[in-house]
């Protein structure tokens, strides 16, 4: 269905039936794709018939079955290295999510190639998985970890660019999960790469959402979650340049990632697999695939106007109702995606009555905990929409907020 004139969420829910379900006998708001999004029945059959009729491992087998399930593995490779405009298919690993992914740049490149007294640059708006790995690193390897600040309206600081004078590493995220600033990767990554530094930018909650060109972007490594843009769970994807992936040693060791074994030692494979231990997610690579021929039908251009015009629609009714305050940028430069708080009232409780209301909504500090820090919060409330949301979907999410008032404001 290629969706000539924007999208038609209310008619794309039909292809999800997840979303036809009636929550406590009330019709599913999902607002909660940041942590994860739902699949339509062609990524679920997708699926059912890659397990029915084409389970078999891969790489292994010289029969049918296992070929059929090889060219199928590796034509996801391919869709996923088209998707992010990669030269090819070789720069695509095959990860769990972005969390693999990262922990697989932090081990395998920041073991090689960082070094003592290097420094690595963060952002104080990192999820924890593009945050812990690299303190890892600087504990290793005794490097230096700072971080790019956060401004009050939930920008980053690029300031504080011009007070750094050696830089070897930068890792930020394309998307803030909590503020949903897109943030200025181009003019980041052009900076960091006069410095001779390499970039990663974490796509987890870009990669579905708007057009990624890793060679336009001349970014060095690029990750995505399998589950935050139609696909199951269990598949992500790291994209790297080739000199690079061919540079770095494994991650992990076992199967599948060996050349040569021998009792005096052991050489590698060739990339991607060399970072592919052990028997892969083959039947989520199906899934995988269909996600990205629905996305790719709809247009990631429509995928991204859409999310613009929901959170435009939500940020302008949530501005009415009292006693809340959302947190980072103005609309305009922000995905699809808002963190709230409600005066006096604890985000919990906020989920809780929204539920009631049939609203799925995230609180906690998800996975943020430096950036609630930075501006003093311990939880907020979050709302993230996706293609099938509709302006009726944000409606029922205001008229949840409203009852939160009624109960707690009495
Ligand atoms: C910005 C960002 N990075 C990384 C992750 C981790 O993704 P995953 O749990 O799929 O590894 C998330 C998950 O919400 C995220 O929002």
């Excluded at 001779?196 to 490594?221: N, R, S, Y």
């Excluded at 501005?319 to 959302?326: P, R, S, Y």
């Excluded at 940028?329 to 963190?339: E, H, I, K, N, Q």
């Excluded at 799925?360 to 996975?367: E, F, N, V």
Aim: aromatic share 10%; proline share 3%.
């Amino acid at each position: 269905m290629k969706a000539a004139a924007g999208i038609n969420s209310k008619q794309l829910k039909k292809d999800f039936p997840i979303l036809n379900e009636k929550i406590r006998g009330k019709d599913l708001v999902y607002l909660d794709n940041t942590a994860t999004s739902q699949l339509p029945k062609s990524v679920i059959n997708a699926v059912v018939e890659y397990q029915q009729k084409y389970n078999a491992n891969v790489h292994r087998g010289v029969y049918y079955l296992s070929e059929e399930s090889t060219f199928r593995y590796e034509n996801a490779r391919e869709a996923v290295a088209k998707f992010l405009n990669a030269k090819e298919a070789e720069e695509i690993v095959f990860t769990r999510n972005t969390t693999e992914a990262i922990n697989l740049v932090a081990y395998a490149y920041g073991e090689k190639f960082i070094q003592e007294g290097d420094t690595i640059v963060c952002t104080e708006m990192e999820h924890h998985s593009n945050f812990v790995p690299w303190q890892i690193v600087q504990l290793r390897k005794k490097a230096n970890l700072v971080f790019i600040p956060i401004l009050d309206d939930g920008t980053l600081d690029l300031d504080f660019l011009n007070t750094l004078d050696k830089v070897d590493f930068v890792a930020v995220a394309h998307v803030s999960n909590v503020l949903g600033t897109i943030n200025p990767v181009r003019e980041i990554i052009e900076w960091a790469h006069q410095k001779g530094a390499k970039v990663l930018l974490d796509g987890a909650q870009a990669g579905g959402h708007m057009t990624v060109d890793v060679q336009e972007l001349d970014v060095d490594f690029y990750t995505l979650s399998g589950h935050k843009m139609l696909a199951p769970t269990g598949i992500g994807a790291l994209y790297g340049k080739r000199e690079l992936l061919e540079a770095m040693d494994p991650y992990q060791t076992g199967g599948e990632m060996i050349s040569e074994v021998d009792m005096k030692g052991t050489t590698w494979n060739e990339i991607p697999f060399k970072f592919e231990a052990g028997t892969p997610n083959f039947t989520a690579s199906g899934g995988f695939m269909a996600a990205i021929e629905y996305l790719k039908n709809l247009g990631m251009e429509a995928i991204f106007e859409h999310d613009q015009e929901m959170i435009h629609y939500a940020m302008d009714k949530m501005k009415e109702i009292d006693g809340l305050t959302m947190y980072g940028p103005p609309a305009d430069s922000r995905a699809g995606l808002v963190a709230f708080t409600m005066e006096n009232i604890h985000p919990h409780d906020i989920a809780a009555i929204l539920d009631r209301g049939g609203v799925a909504i995230r609180a906690g500090h998800h996975c943020a905990q430096p950036l609630h820090k930075r501006f003093d919060l311990i939880a907020t409330a979050r709302a993230s929409s996706y293609i099938y949301n509709s302006t009726e979907d944000i409606d029922q999410f205001i008229e949840g907020l409203k009852a939160v008032n009624k109960i707690f404001r009495k």
